[in-house]
T-cell receptor, first 109, second 113 residues
Framework: TQLLEQSPQFLSIQEGENLTVYCNSS?????LQWYRQEPGEGPVLLVT?????EVKKLKRLTFQFGDARKDSSLHITAAQTGDTGLYLCFCNQGGKLIFGQGTELSVKP | DTGVSQDPRHKITKRGQNVTFRCDPI?????LYWYRQTLGQGPEFLTYFQNEAQLEKSRLLSDRFSAERPKGSFSTLEIQRTEQGDSAMYLC???WGTGDGQFFGPGTRLTVL
């Protein structure tokens, strides 16, 4: 059973469109992180969310942590080709270090 | 500091051979992690160290896998008697503390023929 379920698994959009990806679980998180990974490279940390209901913005990226701390979303406004990559959510759940399976985003010019 | 480095970047080996990978973390970080990632999936946790102590091992880490961090600095991951199912990207990461973000190396891509 996947502790972290990400959706959609694949997303292909045109440059300039908006999108949202989701990370869900039946468990409560103490904190959750989002990473972005490009082909042939390791993941790079984007943000850590800690408080239920928290919203963090990183330029065109908006991260939200659910009120119950069981889910999170990443919204990208006006996507650019440079946003292409694998978006991963991550949690440390009682010593278990778990990544979601990722959302593969492709932004076409 | 140049970040987390891993060596080699690519390794091709024949089934049954032993392979060893090295990871050099960011020098101030006391935690070091190993993950395995296959195509289209997120990284799967293998093991982690705090300084030289190996604190957690996944069930994925069979008895053919061993990891060391002898002086609390660099780490090695050895796979004995490789199998085709071991083909994957092996990622190393480091961090200062548990709640901190992990800094990843570029990975070692292993292909077992």
């Amino acid at each position: 059973t996947q502790l972290l379920e990400q959706s959609p698994q694949f997303l292909s959009i045109q440059e300039g469109e908006n999108l949202t990806v989701y990370c869900n679980s039946s468990s409560v998180f103490s904190s959750l992180q989002w990473y972005r990974q490009e082909p042939g490279e390791g993941p790079v940390l984007l943000v850590t969310v800690v408080t239920g209901g928290e919203v963090k913005k990183l330029k065109r990226l908006t991260f939200q942590f659910g009120d119950a701390r069981k889910d999170s979303s990443l919204h990208i406004t006006a996507a650019q080709t440079g946003d292409t990559g694998l978006y991963l959510c991550f949690c440390n759940q009682g010593g278990k270090l778990i990544f979601g399976q990722g959302t593969e985003l492709s932004v076409k010019p | 500091d140049t970040g987390v480095s891993q060596d080699p970047r690519h390794k091709i080996t024949k089934r049954g051979q032993n392979v060893t990978f090295r990871c050099d973390p960011i020098s101030e970080h006391n935690r070091l992690y190993w993950y395995r990632q296959t195509l289209g999936q997120g990284p799967e946790f293998l093991t982690y160290f705090q300084n030289e102590a190996q604190l957690e091992k996944s069930r994925l880490l069979s008895d053919r896998f061993s990891a060391e961090r002898p002086k609390g600095s660099f780490s090695t991951l050895e796979i004995q008697r490789t199998e085709q199912g071991d083909s994957a990207m092996y990622l190393c990461a480091s961090s200062w503390g548990t709640g901190d973000g992990q800094f990843f190396g570029p990975g070692t891509r292993l292909t077992v023929l």
